[in-house]
């Protein structure tokens, strides 16, 4: 951020003398005291943009709490104005300028939300089917159990009480 507010300006400042304020923390790119529209002055605040980021925050440091023209001043960065409707919310664009980003992220929620139903079904689709594995594998295993035990008095017994305990 290099535009800074500065607020609590006196009648008698203008963009010269915030300018002469301001440029002993560094190169100044811009000054801007917007004016009120019916008296034609500013009104008590303006904005000091520096070419460094480093000269900004300098600036901000040393001016904010300062005395100018007998008004203690408020600086801290600039907020970017916001314009209604607009997501960016930046002045300078029009009110339809983020439509296009607007509707390319509407379709890729809506892709997302395709993705992610497909995923859930095919998730649901292969827990039936290791089920159903796990069964068709415990009854091979009963098939097995019976078949050896036909010929094996021991395994015969063992059968009966395994029946007898799940009873």
Not at 62 to 79: H, I, K, Q, S
Request: proline residues 3%; hydrophobic residues 40%.
């Amino acid at each position: 951020k290099n535009t800074l507010y500065v607020g609590g300006l006196a009648e008698e400042v203008n963009e010269g003398i915030l300018h002469a304020a301001f440029i002993p923390f560094g190169d100044i790119k811009d000054v801007k005291t917007p004016l009120d529209q019916a008296t034609q002055k500013h009104r008590s605040f303006g904005f000091v943009t520096f070419l460094e980021r480093e000269d900004a925050a300098a600036a901000m440091d040393n001016m904010d709490g300062a005395e100018l023209y007998g008004r203690v001043l408020t600086v801290n960065y600039a907020l970017p104005e916001k314009i209604k409707g607009g997501e960016v919310g930046w002045a300078a664009q029009p009110i339809w300028a983020d439509a296009d980003t607007w509707f390319e992220r509407q379709q890729q929620e809506q892709e997302m939300q395709r993705l992610q139903s497909e995923q859930k079904a095919a998730m649901l689709e292969a827990e039936e089917l290791h089920r159903k594995k796990l069964a068709e594998d415990r009854d091979g295993e009963k098939d097995e159990e019976a078949d050896s035990a036909k010929g094996d008095p021991m395994a015969m017994a063992e059968a009966q009480v395994l029946k007898q305990n799940a009873s």
